[in-house]
């Protein structure tokens, strides 16, 4: 009995002394750093339209009408004759760049008057007016050409075709499109953002997120246009005036 | 009026600039420090033979009938107790009658004018010794006390101190000064004493510093770069943004006046709460975050050798941080260190700013003595090339010394 007391006492001596021998000080300065960029930050876009054929500098977007069949009776997606070379920079957290449209803004021809529903009941002004239409509903009216775009982190073949099922694409909204009960603005930013900051917004995930556009290098990415055609006659002309791409920041 | 007081105001300004510079070099660090260095690149202390009124020593040496003991500095870091310098001594003894030599560090003030000092604050006098040929066992060490005109030696002997003279290891010797119980401590002469007699053997001496029963501090100063005065937190500027490593506006000075064992180190971590933000965060979710880096230098940077703050990153597989002009394939002049935050330990020498081998100054192993003033000099950056506008980033840096 004695032994193992020994025993025990020589142990406990043990992990004291050995506790004291590694038993380690420290003496601790903390030191606030920062960097306050507050105030940093830009938001910029450049936005150049250029001809698909022979990529000379264009002023318009335009679709070739021969390469739109008449009274198809089922929409067609087709590619403008136009694609833009985007460069730019989002610095900022709360910045972004914007692209909607503004029909009601139009001249007189192509102004829209009275929007089209959407399958989800939203009311819709966006895409190319029938001149002298008002717009309205597409039956009957052909009041409007939904339109489309989509990026690309590096340049298409002229001979490209436009997708707009692929998930990337997406509608043009305008400024003026309201919610399914018509109340209010239904203007969506994921659907609208083309650029943030974490660069070009490649498309849309679900009804509010979005993703960025991966490959992109130097700061430069690709936009095409798409018009879905359907129940075109001959004689209509179609048209939108004010395509707005802005900068935002808080 | 006015011109005398712009004369009066003149003349403030002119003290203050000469109390200023003067600070350092005449710095009674004997009034002040708790581990005072005699021959010591860690602690501040004594220098040798400086012309400064306070902490000035100057090394003498003696003999009579036994060769002149050699007692020369040797560089070799990786053999040295503490720092790169280490004295190798040689003492020669003959069979003469009453022959003896020695030597022994004197208070000095101007250049060579023997004084006596005031070192009752003091309880020890330490110092690492490794024998080497010979046996040192007899040889005795101490202090020498006043008055000039007729000192009294105050000495042990080696083997009293525990020195085991076939051993070649450093090995800590400790003379209790209190001891000398007669001794008047106030009025001492030599503040390090090694007498021999006959003795012949070879032996290396490093660490040599007296110590107080007290225990002093261990200061961390924020300082700025622009104009050296002391200010609150680190910084970096606005035009940091968008750029890559940047230097920041401010450098932290050390002041180590602790010496309770040898066992002791000096690193440097974030401590953002997690191993992934070992740098600046974003204050606004945490999920930003700038890469951090550090270095450390004995004097204030930039400096005309090339350690110019402009923080460079080579290529892969390295990517190893020097300042910009220094050799990119050379871990010597790695002389930036990525910061690693506290919840991820000390894996790597990356924290480790500064321990009894000197300031850790490169990523390739290199450590660095010092010489009076000691206080090191670390500097910061971060990598501010994906910040984002609108955020401001932070982060808790920590200094810790550490002591077993």
């Known amino acids: 009995m004695k032994k193992v007391l020994s025993l025990l006492v020589v142990m406990a001596c043990m992990v004291f002394f050995s506790s004291m021998a590694f038993a380690s000080t420290d003496t601790v300065k903390t030191i606030n750093a920062s960097a306050n960029f507050a105030s940093s930050g830009e938001v910029y876009i450049s936005f150049d339209l250029k001809n698909l054929a022979d990529d000379s500098t264009a002023t318009a977007i335009t679709w070739d009408p021969t390469a739109v069949t008449l009274n198809s009776g089922t929409e067609t997606w087709k590619t403008a004759q136009q694609y833009a070379v985007m460069v730019a920079s989002v610095t900022k957290t709360s910045g972004a760049v914007y692209m909607y449209q503004d029909n009601k803004s139009n001249s007189a021809d192509y102004v829209a008057t009275n929007p089209r529903t959407n399958q989800d009941g939203t009311k819709a002004f966006s895409g190319l007016v029938r001149k002298g239409s008002g717009g309205g509903e597409r039956e009957g009216t052909r009041g409007y050409v939904p339109l489309s775009y989509t990026m690309s982190a590096s340049k298409l073949s002229s001979s490209y075709e436009y997708v707009v099922s692929s998930g990337t694409a997406r509608y043009f909204s305008d400024k003026s499109d309201l919610k399914s009960d018509g109340s209010t603005s239904n203007l969506n930013t994921a659907y609208i953002t083309i650029a943030n900051i974490n660069g070009f917004v490649a498309g849309v995930t679900g009804e509010t997120g979005t993703y960025a556009l991966s490959g992109v290098t130097d700061d430069t990415a690709y936009m095409y246009f798409g018009g879905g055609f359907r129940d075109i006659q001959g004689g209509d002309i179609y048209q939108t005036e004010n395509i707005l791409i802005l900068t935002f920041q808080e | ?404």
């Open chain 2, 1 to 404: 009026m006015i011109q005398n007081i712009k004369i009066i105001f003149s003349f403030f300004c002119v003290c203050l600039f000469v109390m200023l510079f003067a600070d350092n070099l005449v710095a009674d660090n004997l009034s002040d420090k708790h581990v005072y260095g005699l021959f010591s690149e860690n602690f501040n202390g004594a220098t040798q033979e400086a012309g400064t009124v306070d902490d000035n020593i100057k090394l003498n040496i003696w003999a009579n009938g036994d060769s002149l003991p050699i007692v020369s500095t040797t560089t070799t870091p990786a053999s040295a107790k503490e720092g790169n310098i280490y004295y190798s001594c040689t003492v020669v003894g003959s069979t003469a009658t009453d022959s003896y030599s020695g030597f022994c560090y004197t208070f000095i003030t101007g250049s060579s004018t023997t004084v006596t000092r005031n070192i009752s604050a003091f309880s020890m006098l330490e110092f690492y010794i490794r024998p080497k040929t010979g046996d040192v066992s007899a040889i005795s060490v101490g202090i020498t006390e006043g008055p000039i005109s007729s000192p009294t030696d105050r000495t042990v002997t080696l083997s009293s101190l525990g020195v085991d003279n076939s051993s070649h290891a450093w090995q800590k010797c400790t003379v209790d000064l209190t001891s000398f119980s007669s001794a008047d401590l106030t009025n001492i002469k030599n503040c390090f004493l090694v007498n021999t007699t006959k003795q012949t053997a070879t032996f290396d001496l490093d660490s040599i510093v007296l110590k107080r029963s007290s225990i002093g501090e261990f200061n961390v100063a924020v300082k700025n770069i622009s104009d050296n005065l002391e200010t609150s937190s680190v910084t970096w500027s606005s035009s940091s943004f968008r750029n890559s490593w940047i230097a920041a506006e401010q450098y932290l000075e050390l002041s180590l006046d602790i010496l309770e064992t040898d066992n002791w180190t000096v690193r440097i971590y974030t401590d953002n709460g997690d191993s992934s933000k070992d740098g600046l965060v974003d204050t606004t979710d945490g999920s930003n975050v700038l890469q951090m880096c550090w270095r450390v230098s004995q004097n204030t940077l930039p400096n005309a050798n090339g350690d110019t703050l402009l923080i460079t990153q080579s290529g892969a597989p390295n990517y190893a941080l020097y300042d910009s002009g220094k050799s990119a394939t050379d871990p010597s002049y790695y002389t930036w260190f990525y910061i690693t935050d506290i919840a991820t330990g000390d894996v790597t020498d990356y924290s480790l700013l500064w321990d009894s081998r000197g300031y850790h100054i490169s990523v390739g192993g290199d450590f660095g003595g010092m010489s009076n003033p000691i206080y090191p000099k670390v500097y910061l950056g971060a990598n501010c090339a994906d910040a984002i506008g609108g955020l401001i980033y932070s982060a808790n840096v920590r200094v810790v010394l550490s002591y077993e």
